[in-house]
């Protein structure tokens, strides 16, 4: 008797069953901590740049078995933005992992043909890997905690203030939050958290003293004890353009600082540098450690993020 095989079941029985191997398994870490990334933050995160083309095939791996979600413009071409897929997602639940509960792939795609929101999700991104590899480099600071700007859209952070014997309350939602712990030579211990805003360049004057008068109610009204289980917190702009730009936005605030009559302690809770031009060559301690800092007053001294 001859016995005859379907095309299909051929088809089935060449086509390997996937498997997530430790390297994809990483790859599924970076991006859930990222939220959105590109195989060149991830090879820049994890390895040398010679390894882009086996980071990218690892990707496609894990795109063509749904685990993860690569979203392209639908006319600029660009870079593949990698977000977890439903399978992704179920993976890192499954191993205790929190992740977000809420996702629909068209949605997902729909954000991705928004350039603006691309590219700061993206920026988000490179502030996160320069804190990722700075951990790395210097062994005497953590991550305690880091927390997206997903996370903050899905609990956002409400602050009320007695401001003229009526209370202001509002809300933010930062970039991100990240919280250092810096052990000194005599091994003490110090948190050092960080809210971020990361500035591109395209808000006027009228929506960033907007933004800065909801950063103040929230320092005043103390709401980062209860929230962070902290006792002290640095609000830092880091803007995507030029040192013009935090020339301006140091400008705005001090306006804004001087109209309310808030105190010079508190101002200077606020702090706005440039990033560095090509991010991806940088020192990571030049942004946490370098005095490239700046208070919203006319001092030109620079000081340190994380530093003395």
Known sequence: MVHTTSTANIQAVRKKHFVVTPVHDLLLHNIN???????????????????????KS????????????????????????????????NYLS??????????????????????????????????????????????SYRIHTLLHERFFKNHPIKATDARNTRDETKTIVPDCYLAFIHTNEAGKEAKLPVLWELDRGTEDQKFFRKRLRAYTVFLKSRAFKTLFHIENITIAFATTKDHKRVRQMREWAAKEFAVTNEPVWLANLFLFTALPEGIAESEPRQLFLDPVWYTPSDDERPVSLLGE
């Open 33 to 55: 901590t990222l939220q959105r990334a590109t195989a060149e933050q991830l090879t820049r995160l994890n390895y040398k740049m010679g390894m882009l083309t086996t980071v």
């Open 58 to 89: 690892r990707l496609k791996d894990l795109s063509d078995n749904r685990y993860v979600l690569p979203l392209s413009h639908p006319s600029i071409r660009l870079p593949y933005m990698y977000a977890l897929d439903r399978k992704g997602l």
């Open 94 to 139: 499954a191993q205790g992992i929190d992740v977000r509960e809420y996702f629909r792939p068209s949605q997902e795609e729909d954000s991705a043909k928004n350039f603006l929101f691309r590219e700061h999700m993206l920026a988000i991104s490179d502030l996160l890997i320069h804190a990722l590899l700075f951990e790395r480099a210097d062994p």
